[in-house]
């Protein structure tokens, strides 16, 4: 894992004493709000619906024990005792006061954490492949280049008042667990002629204008990297339209203008840029790359492992959904769900982190990553630790088997805390969470991602949802729209409206009906709802979400 | 035509604490929705929006929210204004817990 050097921390230390000085600033009235206001955004630093939000970036999603530990303590410090872990790898603190902030950053900085970029319209938290550098299916790691990228745009004096945020995500693996197609920039690495290079794709987003991103290099190599991407954003820096906020984001500069023609500008600045770069960052990469070398994985028995699966069938539930396959076979990455039934998706409390920190350092080598999907991972565990490890989190609250389910529900912060929201999103998660859990089909019904976004902006992912619920204000009323048939994966889709709306009571029996639509129609248990959905389209699960039209329709 | 002007209240959220408040009828700032000075006249309200944001080293992002009176003082009319002077609803944290103590 990445380790500041003295630059790193001299630099966030100073970083931090410039805030400090700033908040006295603030509160002994010598800024205004208008001139605080920036820099706090500057510094993760929100006013939300109750009270200020502080958003703490995980780079590329990846933590150490003693980093989770860290903010374990800050959520009891100077929070309520919790913390949200968000669709961008970030964990936000939902009540912080605002003299306690600089003591909140100083002490992230102790563990080689911060705030920085993580507002503002500036290069966000680099996100990647939760699975990185563990999972079986993988090209290459990742990370260290997502390091790279970090070092690159934090602070980068070019970009630090750009039209809009800008987002970048990167994946090692073909299976894209990044969402790299509704990013500003999406990086998947491919190889080409024994070489590991990038797919570099551009313009994707969702938000009010869903986009899947365009490739606009199908190949970029590790030394051109850096500056094509710079020669991307600072196009976009010039070009994107700083006159509508809504037109600012970089998919609609492409859009507007054409591939072709963004491609065109791109490569006459990277030929600018280029010569500039003079390989230092590739010396940079390449020390960056030994932080990342995998931890010294341990050869042991896993007869114990294979007896507890036999026997024990809570044990190979668990394991059945919550294991992905690991680059050795003694190994395994383990999904921690912080999706309990009826919980507030992506919230784990302070003794959950410590836990966590602590399991991780007894079976994962001290190492841990949070998903867009608000999950806790230990991306590398022997599988004779792994019936231990399960006990140890059953008995924390942290032993749901419902990965890739009904209830592992991406959600939004929404109304309950969110200034931007315009209806709720967490409790609607809650209660399709307790509903199904009733039912007790969750099993049965397999995979099926539901995601929820309390506003337009879409945080909660809603468009590449298999079913995705938005909330509106609808004259003063909660009303949630239903989209169906959206994929996140390498093949993104935005899905598609299913007509409209429904109350804030109607939404969960609405997603109900749906399901169990689902249950009825499909050819059998292998076929996912998203398959089912393309097979048979639309007009089935309109039918089950909107009787009343289907009756009336009958009758005529 | 103009739309006709709808009961207002000034409210913020609290410099320090974030906390949501409300300025009163004598230039108070309460944490209680009840206690805010209901403004029925839109001259009246744009006078009281200024005075509220002279205290700027107190209050921040100051705004008019639709309230109507109730039995005990401003109610709000929209579920945003309802949480807000209420807190999350997966929790019990924010004011909803603070009016218990």
Known sequence: ?556 | MARKFTPKVVTANHLLEGDVIYFTADDRWTRNLCEAELIEDEAHADVRLLDANRDQSIVVGVYLADAIAGTNGPEPTHFREDFRRTGPSNYFHGKQAEAKV
């Open chain 1, 1 to 556: 894992m990445y380790k500041y050097n003295e630059f790193d921390a001299a630099f966030l230390a100073e970083r931090n004493a410039q805030f400090r000085a700033q908040v006295e600033r603030r509160i002994d009235g010598s800024l205004t709000e208008d001139e605080f206001r920036p820099l706090r955004l500057m510094n993760g630093l929100y006013l939300q619906l109750h009270a200020y939000m502080l958003r703490v970036a995980i780079p590329y999603g990846t933590l150490s024990s003693d980093q989770m530990r860290q903010l374990a303590l800050l959520a009891e410090k100077w929070d309520k005792g919790y913390g949200h872990f968000t669709t961008r790898q970030n964990i936000q603190y939902n009540w912080p006061k605002l003299p306690d902030v600089p003591d909140m950053l100083d002490a992230l900085g102790e563990v080689g954490l911060h705030a920085i970029q993580t507002s503002g319209n500036t290069i966000r938290n680099v996100t990647a492949d939760h699975f990185a550098g563990a999972a079986a299916d993988e090209l290459a790691d990742p990370r260290p280049v997502a390091e790279l990228l970090r070092q690159w745009s934090t602070d980068h004096p070019e970009f630090q008042f750009m039209p809009r945020k800008f987002k970048i995500a990167i994946t090692g693996s073909p299976n894209d667990r990044a969402v790299t197609k509704a990013h500003d920039i999406g990086l998947r690495m491919v190889e080409k002629d024994g070489q590991i290079g990038f797919e570099v794709i551009v313009g994707g987003g969702l938000g009010r204008t869903p986009m899947v991103g365009k490739v606009i290099n199908p190949f970029v190599t590790h030394e051109d990297l850096l500056p094509y991407l710079e020669a991307i954003v600072s196009v976009w820096n010039i070009e994107g339209r700083r006159d509508n906020k809504y037109k600012a984001r970089i998919k609609i500069t492409v859009h507007e203008q054409g591939l072709d023609t963004f491609r065109a500008k791109v490569e006459e600045r990277f030929a600018v840029l280029k010569p500039q770069f003079g390989g230092f960052d590739q010396k940079l990469l390449a020390e960056i790359e030994q932080h990342f070398l995998p931890p010294a994985f341990k050869n042991d028995e896993v007869a114990g492992y294979q007896t507890a699966y036999d026997n024990d069938p809570v044990f190979r539930s668990w394991i059945d959904t919550n294991i992905t396959a690991h680059k050795r076979d003694d190994h395994a990455i383990v999904t921690i769900s912080i999706k309990q039934h009826g919980k507030t998706p992506g919230d784990a409390s302070a003794e959950q982190m410590r836990l966590m920190a602590e399991l991780a350092d007894r079976f994962a080598y001290g190492e841990l990553r949070i998903s867009h999907e608000q999950n806790v991972i230990l991306p590398h565990v022997h599988k004779s630790g792994l019936p231990e490890l399960f006990k140890a989190l059953k008995a924390a609250d942290l032993g749901t088997a419902n990965v890739g389910l009904v209830s592992d529900i991406i959600a939004c912060p929404g109304m309950d805390y969110c200034a931007l929201a315009t209806a709720r999103s967490i409790p609607i998660a809650q209660q399709i969470a307790t509903r199904i859990e009733d039912l007790k089909i969750e099993h049965e019904v397999g995979e099926l991602k539901i995601k929820i976004s309390g506003c337009i902006n879409a945080c909660g992912h809603h468009h590449v949802g298999h079913i995705g619920i938005l909330g509106l204000d609808r004259a003063g009323v909660e009303n949630y729209q239903i989209t169906l048939g959206g994929d996140h994966t390498e093949n993104m889709v935005v899905g598609e409206r299913a007509g409209p709306g429904f109350s804030y009571d109607q939404i969960v029996p609405a997603i109900e009906r749906l399901i169990l639509a689902y249950l009825d129609l499909r050819t059998s248990a292998d076929e996912r709802f998203i398959d089912a959905y393309r097979r048979v389209g639309p007009a089935p699960f309109k039918a089950a979400l909107y009787p009343e039209a289907e009756a009336k329709a009958n009758a005529a």
